[in-house]
Each structure stands twice: as C-alpha cells, then as structure tokens.
C-alpha cells in the first residue's frame, strides 16, 4: 500500500523541540484528516493529534499546549511542532491520512528520544 513520507524526528534533551513533517504522495486523493499518533515502547498505538481539511484541531491532553499541529492541503502535507519535550514524549511516531473514502494510510514512523 502507499505510504506516507516522514521527516524529522531524533534525539533531543529534556524541555526542548523537535519538528516531524510528513507528506501523502499525489496517488492519495480526498485526504479529509491528517493526523500524527505515537507508540511507546510496550504501549498501545495513541493519538497526538489531528486536523482537518478545515483546520480544525485535536489534541491528546498530555500534549496540549506542548505541540501544534498544521497542515498544508495543497501539498498534502502535515506537520507536528513539538515544544517543552518530556522523556514521557519518547516513541515511535506515525503520520496518518486518512480519506473521505474511509481509507487510512500511514508513514513508517520517526523515532523521538526525549533524553538527557
């Protein structure tokens, strides 16, 4: 299937940032959300965030007021703004796009380390 395009991602202290960008390919039509979810080591797949089309926002609770999330509907593009990152953040993270037609895709996740 096709998949997402990441970037980003690394090793970061304590308290600082780190900036994924993700990008759906031109063969993956009617996006309506982009959203990025994370997986930590030994724990379930949750959500980070998600926008629409529109741009309306959702954030998980530990990460409000931490990270942004925006996305580019003419390229297809989705980016996560990560601030004031806490070891809990360290995971595996993943883009998804998901369509009008109730199609998901994914990216192959980036690896963030919060660690000093």
């Known amino acids: 299937q096709v998949q997402l395009v990441e970037s980003g991602g690394g090793l970061v202290q304590p308290g600082g940032s780190l900036r994924l960008s993700c990008v759906a390919p031109?063969?993956?039509?009617?996006?309506?959300?982009m959203g990025w979810y994370r997986q930590a080591p030994g724990k379930e797949r949750e959500l980070v965030a998600t926008i629409t089309r529109g741009g309306d926002t959702n954030y998980a609770d530990s990460v409000k007021g931490r990270f942004t999330i925006s996305r580019d509907n003419l390229n297809n593009s989705v980016t996560l703004q990560m601030n004031s990152l806490k070891p809990e953040d360290t995971a595996a993270y993943y883009c998804?796009?998901?369509?009008?037609?109730?199609?998901?895709?994914w990216g192959k996740g980036s690896l963030v380390t919060v660690s000093s």
């Open positions: 998804n796009a998901h369509t009008f037609h109730v199609v998901d895709y």
């Open positions: 031109g063969s993956i039509f009617s996006i309506a959300t």
